[in-house]
Structure formats: C-alpha cells, structure tokens
C-alpha cells in the first residue's frame, strides 16, 4: 500500500484522541486509500495496524465516537426522517446541504493541527455525501447540485433537517379583456391579472406565495389586447408536476384575462425577459378643447421624445429627463373633436403625457403640435413588437 509507514504513523496520532469510528479513521485517509466508503477504509487501516504487530484499539460499535460523536453513525435514521418529510413533495431533483455544529469542527480543526490535511476529507462533505446516497436508494430521485426542486439542509446539532422547495417558474402569455384590473396583487383591489393567474396553479401545486414578471405593464384603466408575455414565480411549492393545459383551461374560465402557450420556465429566462424592450402599439381615444385642425400635423410627433417625469408621480419618483422614441402614428377621426391613434412607441414611454403635454414636461406632444389641449378618455394596448 501507498505510504504504508505514514498512514500507520498517522492512524496511531488518531487513536491518540480516543477510539474513532471506522468512518472518521477512513476519512483522515480518503486521497490515499481507495474503498467503497470511510467505513470500509477504516476497517483497512485497522487491520494494517494490527498485522504491524501494535497495539491496535477495539472496533468501534457502541462507544461514542471523540470526533464525530456518532454523527455518522445516525446517517441512516436521519436519511429515513428525512425521507418521511419530503416523500409528500412531488420533486424529481434535491441537494444536500450541512450545517455543522462548533464543538464538531473545533475537535476536526485540532486533528488536523496534529496529523495535517495531506489525505483527509471533512466530515461535512462526508456527511452530505453519506446523506444524499443513502435519499436516491430510498427515493430514486436524483442529486443536482444546480437546480434542485428542493434543499435539504441538514442540521448536525440539531440532528433535524430543513427542507427548502425552489421556487417554479412557469411562462405565459396574457390578455386583459377588461378595464379596472390592475396587473399585479395589491391590497387596494380585490383582484388582479396575477391573482387571476396564479390561483388555480397555487392550488395545484400548494405553494405558498406567487409573484408576476411581466414583460412590461399596462395602466389599470388600459385593457391589453396583445399577448403579453410573463413568467408567474411560484414560491415553495410542494407539487411541481403541472398539467399546463388543464390550467390554461382553468384560468381562462375567467372573463377577465385570458393565458396560452403555458409552459415551465427558470429564473434565468425571468431575467431575460424583463431586459427585452420592445416596441408597443398603442390605440387611444382622445377628446380635444376644440376641433382638430391640420391634423397632418401629428406626423411631427414620430422621432425622438423628450419626457421629463410625469407630475402625476413626481415625488414618488425622482425628477429625471429621458428620451423615447415614437416609430409610428395613424389617425382616425371620430368627430371634429374626438380622434382616434395608433401609435407605436418605444417601452416605457409616458403615453398619458405623449397626448396631454404635461404642462410642457414631455415635448413634442400631440397637444403642443395641434395647438389644440387633448385629454386622453381610454386606450388599449393592442400589439408588441420587437424594437
């Protein structure tokens, strides 16, 4: 064997501190010694001791072990209560993490101030190791150390475990079919396009919380007529296997707001999709002061916007300068003081203020370039397209 002479010198320092187990002997001499496990690297080092002719301490069975005070002795009961915990939970990926005590790393700290690190392996590796072999046998369920459904973190003081179930993203696309209904939950209004959502996938997969990641927003007062894409987050969810058609057909049972194309998704692509910025088609219904004149004017409006922010939020948000730009605008006349528009414009574009004006914070404006006050009576989002 490999540094025979060492090991035997360094597995004597060991029993110095008391009679290990065969698990904390193996695991001083994991880089060096192949097994299946500690246990069995142990059992090794024991009996090349013993065949060396020195004194060579008892098995380890029912004495308490000085260094991991037969933590990994317990390895089995915890798996199995582990297990009870999560065997309700429809997941198909877990992680193991440890969370060690202070009395057990201190007395690891000072074995290794004495026999080095040369070959060893912590106990907290062991451990989650030892753990999550022991839960794939039991489950058949599958170790990802990158994106678990769930985390088990597993507490050696304690000897309890806490279970932690990533959150479940789920794509989409909406349309608000009426005015009044503001996007996301608040407590001023007793529904939302996201409620609207996420109830029936809350129900099924009894998770605890949910939040909407829209690819945009529209005004509460604004329906929105164009697929809108979102990723709806589901937080700890003990279920994760959806029927993503049959919660189509749910959601859409609503008057309100209509899904498709469901379909699971990550918190990577919810990044994504809020860096998007497209361009959108607005239609708006105006009323002016007086009749329109020289409606030809309004092409003036296409180009660069400059829009300083809006007075109707000034205070809640600070008093900054941006430009956007306006790709396009048609007009329909209603009456001599009503007018109808298209207008296609950059995300996050102040619509409201592109017809009023605002008192000369957003130029050019419909306003200013008719020479005419406009006041916008309702509008609707009705296309989103790539910039």
């Not at 956007?324 to 605008?329: A, C, D, G, S, T």
Request: glycine share 6%; with cysteine; proline share 4%.
């Amino acid at each position: 064997m490999k540094n025979a002479k060492e090991i035997m010198s360094l597995a004597l320092k060991i029993f110095e501190t008391g009679d290990v187990c065969d698990s904390c002997l193996g695991r001083q001499f994991t880089r060096v010694i192949r097994a299946a496990d500690n246990s069995e690297r142990g059992r090794k080092i024991r009996t090349m001791i013993g065949k060396d002719g020195r004194a060579l301490p008892a098995d380890h069975k029912d004495a308490s072990c000085p260094l991991c005070e037969n933590t990994i002795a317990g390895i089995r009961t915890t798996a199995s209560d582990i297990v009870k915990k999560i065997k309700p939970a429809g997941f198909s990926t877990f992680m193991i993490g440890v969370r060690m005590s202070d009395s057990l790393v201190m007395k690891e700290e000072a074995l290794w101030g004495k026999i080095g690190i040369k070959y060893c392996e912590p106990l907290k590796t062991e451990i989650a190791r030892e753990l999550g072999k022991l839960i794939v046998h039991k489950t058949g369920k599958k170790q990802d150390t990158e994106h678990p459904n769930i985390i088990i973190t597993f507490d050696v003081q304690k000897m309890s475990a806490e279970i932690f179930y990533n959150p479940l993203f789920i794509y989409g696309e909406y349309k608000k079919l009426v005015r009044g209904l503001p996007q996301t939950s608040s407590r001023q209004f007793k529904d939302s396009v996201e409620d609207i959502i996420a109830r029936p996938l809350m129900k099924v997969t009894k998770s605890r919380e949910h939040v909407l990641h829209a690819q945009g927003r529209e005004d509460r007062d604004a329906r929105c007529l164009a697929w809108r894409p979102f990723i709806v987050e589901l937080k700890q969810p003990l279920m994760r296997k959806l029927p993503l058609k049959k919660m189509e057909s749910a959601i859409n049972k609503s008057a309100k707001v209509r899904v498709a194309r469901l379909r699971l998704s990550t918190r990577k692509k919810v990044a994504e999709l809020k860096a998007q910025n497209p361009f959108k088609v607005y239609r708006v219904v105006v009323d002016f002061e007086t009749p329109v004149e020289k409606p030809e004017r309004l092409k003036g409006i296409v180009g660069a916007i400059k829009q300083r922010t809006p007075n109707r939020i000034l205070g809640a948000k600070p008093d900054k300068t941006k430009h956007k730009k306006v790709k396009n605008i048609k007009w329909k006349r209603i009456n001599t003081k009503r007018y109808q528009f298209d207008i296609t414009a950059e995300s996050g574009l102040y619509l409201q203020e592109l017809i009023t004006g605002d008192g000369g914070r957003t130029k050019p404006s419909i306003s200013q370039l008719l020479e005419n006050q406009a006041h916008m009576k309702e509008f609707d989002l009705i296309g989103i397209k790539k910039g």
